[in-house]
């Protein structure tokens, strides 16, 4: 009878002398000659053992069922053990990760978490904590090994006592998907190397040159200075930025953007810091190469709560920049949203355009390999059509229009014939109302919203002043009579929204019908079931008073009574736009992860690594791009009657 084994390993680690995976990277951690498994800790349950790696029983783990808490970690450890000689070799019957068991069950990853959460008991991680910069004898010498193994011993009973409780409730679809994911990192992506040193060359150039352009430079200040940036703008009498931490993202865009054109310092502070931040991404993955450019990373299953991927230890794939660095002749980033529209629509580079820095081309196939990259067509516009019913749209959508396109002649009088070549900006209008409206988004997000996702600057025609109107929408007047004039910003996004959200009834009903089902659960937990069957769940719903920014955009705050829920272990206030979102994105996630598992299963194809709704697929040489697309395209049993569609490519490198 095969047995359950908790199994877990104990490394050296120093942070302080730079040597530790967030360091490094797994590849480098473990190929350092600092790389020290010093010790191993299992338990069945009834006994458990810890111990240096070199008195353990190895053949006890032949046929037995493994299980640890960061199956990731502990599997490339063993397998960099016995590489070097340091471990023999054995074969589990299996090898299951506890940590993303947990993430599915409670949205909690760490073990002491998860204990908590699901057992009730309490982890210490002092001991872990000590181990910091400490070998073996380091630990006897101090008095603290036998500490260490009780330490030991505890996480491995941990482990193996989380799973033999609950992983009944783990189904086996997503418990492939968890192994998925674990096999996806260990493997890793190829880097082209040399397009990667040259990139390192002409950002750190860039940085160089645009930190020249700052005035307190010279006086040794650093590039992003709070206090040398609120001199200058007092100087030349314009606000300080907003705080993004307390006035959000929205509000510094919006002062970025209204006054970079006037001042070419914010403009380099702006450029300064897009630039670091991209060589900060390249100088991560040169640390972290393997001898022959392959790039280990670490994706989290279910790191959303939502269940899509999230992702980890320092490379996040989810969110690799999605537009390329254009460095014009004097190397100055261009960064003027009309002139980036312009080189974008151009079908050959403007020769004023003297380098361009795209770090997807540097994730490319292995030699004899090459990539296809398949990605879900508008699948949560669709979902959310499904799900409250818009046949009209899902009509339209079947016979081959998109979203956007079915949107546009529902609600935007749009009565032409292919929508994305007769009216390009209509159309990216329509994309930004679907995708940025659908889930409640008010005014001001959408004007950030519409930038991002459609390269849409919709204030531009917003006028100078506008009548001011009360919360019931009626015009306001002066003592003397006069209107009562106000700034005409965001005329137009208000327009945009207030037109949505009319002719949507069905989305706003649906907004409404979570809002209040979740207020009523207040003192309790509330539960979305999804077309999949999965049950999302927000437990321990509250009414609470909270501070927030004021409405009008004044400096200060205001109370406001909100609805809130606990996600993992921390708590969010929710409302039922949110709740929307949160129910299309966890069922376009269960179509894809469907698609996914499908795709892996196909020989001679490989799924390196998934983001968002869409697949990065290294292929044998004879895989087409409609073999991918036909599987990816396929619409589960659980949504019959939502058009699923999928668009593929091969490529060179990495590309959206």
């Known amino acids: 009878m095969k047995r359950v084994i908790g199994y877990d390993w104990e490394t050296f680690y120093a942070t302080k002398q730079g040597y530790g995976i967030k360091e490094l990277g797994m590849w480098r951690y473990l190929y350092d000659d600092r790389f020290d498994p010093y010790l191993l800790a299992v ?52 090898w299951y990760c506890t940590a993303n068991m947990s993430s599915y069950l409670c949205n909690r990853r760490s073990l002491a978490d998860a204990v908590s959460h699901l057992q009730g008991r309490t982890l210490s991680k002092e001991v872990r904590d000590y181990a910091n910069g400490k070998h073996a004898p380091d630990m006897v010498t101090d008095g603290k090994w036998p500490d260490m193994l009780a330490y030991g011993r505890s996480d491995a009973f941990e482990c193996q006592d989380l799973w033999v409780k609950h992983s009944h409730k783990w189904p086996e679809h997503e418990r492939r998907l968890s192994e998925l994911t674990i096999k996806q990192g260990s493997r890793g992506i190829q880097i082209d190397v040399d397009l990667l040193k040259k990139y390192i060359v002409l950002a750190t150039d860039a940085l160089r ?45 919006a002062w970025e953007k209204a006054y970079c054109p006037k001042h070419t310092w914010i403009q380099q502070v702006a450029a300064w810091r897009s630039i670091n931040k991209f060589l900060d991404s390249l100088q991560t993955i040169a640390t972290r190469l393997s001898d022959d450019g392959i790039l280990s990373f670490s994706l989290k299953y279910f790191g959303a709560h939502t269940g899509r991927w999230s992702g980890d230890a320092g490379i996040n794939l989810q969110n690799l920049r999605r537009d390329p660095l254009f460095l014009d002749d004097r190397r100055w980033l261009i960064s003027d949203i009309t002139r980036l529209k312009q080189i974008a629509s151009s079908p050959e580079l403007p020769a004023d355009v003297t380098e361009v820095l795209d770090i997807r081309k540097l994730f490319i196939a292995r030699p004899g390999k090459k990539l296809i990259i398949s990605d879900l067509s508008q699948i949560e516009p669709r979902v959310l059509a499904w799900i409250v019913g818009d046949k009209a749209m899902l009509d339209l959508i079947a016979l081959g229009q998109s979203p956007y396109e079915a949107h546009a002649r529902q609600t935007m009088n749009f009565t032409g014939g292919n929508m994305k070549k007769e009216d390009k900006d209509g159309y ?90 979740f207020k009523e659960s207040v003192g309790g937990d509330f539960e979305m079931t999804l077309p999949s069957g999965r049950v999302m769940r927000y437990p321990g719903v509250r009414r609470e008073a909270r501070s927030v920014p004021r409405k009008d955009g004044k400096p200060g705050f205001e109370r406001k009574i909100v609805y809130t829920a606990m996600i993992g272990d921390r708590r969010f206030p929710l409302y039922g736009g949110l709740l929307t979102e949160n129910l299309v994105q966890a069922t376009a996630r269960d179509v894809f992860a469907s698609q996914v598992l499908s795709l892996d299963s196909m020989l001679g194809l490989s799924v390196l690594f998934t983001v968002h709704d869409e697949a990065i697929n290294e292929a044998e040489p004879g895989m087409t791009v409609r073999d991918v697309e036909s599987i990816m395209s396929q619409t589960p049993p659980w949504l019959e009657g939502c058009p699923i569609s999928a668009e593929g490519c091969e490529a060179a490198h990495y590309k959206k």
């Open 43 to 94: 338990s069945d349950g009834e006994d458990s053992w810890a111990g240096p790696p070199e008195r353990f029983n190895w053949d006890s783990l032949n046929g037995q069922i493994l299980v640890s808490h960061n199956k990731h970690f502990d599997k490339m450890v063993t397998d960099a053990a016995q590489e070097k000689g340091m471990v023999p070799r054995f074969s589990p019957a299996e």
């Open 209 to 253: 040159i645009s930190e020249e352009q700052l005035p307190w430079i010279a006086e040794g200040r650093p590039p992003t200075s709070p206090k040398a940036i609120a001199e200058l703008c007092h100087k030349q009498d314009i606000p300080c930025p907003p705080v993004k931490s307390r006035d959000g993202e929205e509000a510094f865009i």
């Open 428 to 517: 990216a209008l329509a994309k930004a109302r679907v995708l940025g409206l659908g889930y409640g988004c008010g005014w001001q997000k959408f004007i950030v919203v519409a930038q991002a996702m459609a390269g849409l600057d919709i204030t531009v025609e917003d006028p100078e002043f506008v009548q001011a109107c009360n919360d019931d929408g009626l015009p306001c007047f002066d003592g003397d009579g006069a209107p009562k004039m106000v700034s005409g910003y965001g005329y137009n996004s208000r327009r945009i929204v207030n037109e949505y959200r009319n002719s949507n009834p069905k989305i706003v009903g649906l907004w409404k019908s979570l809002d209040t089902a």
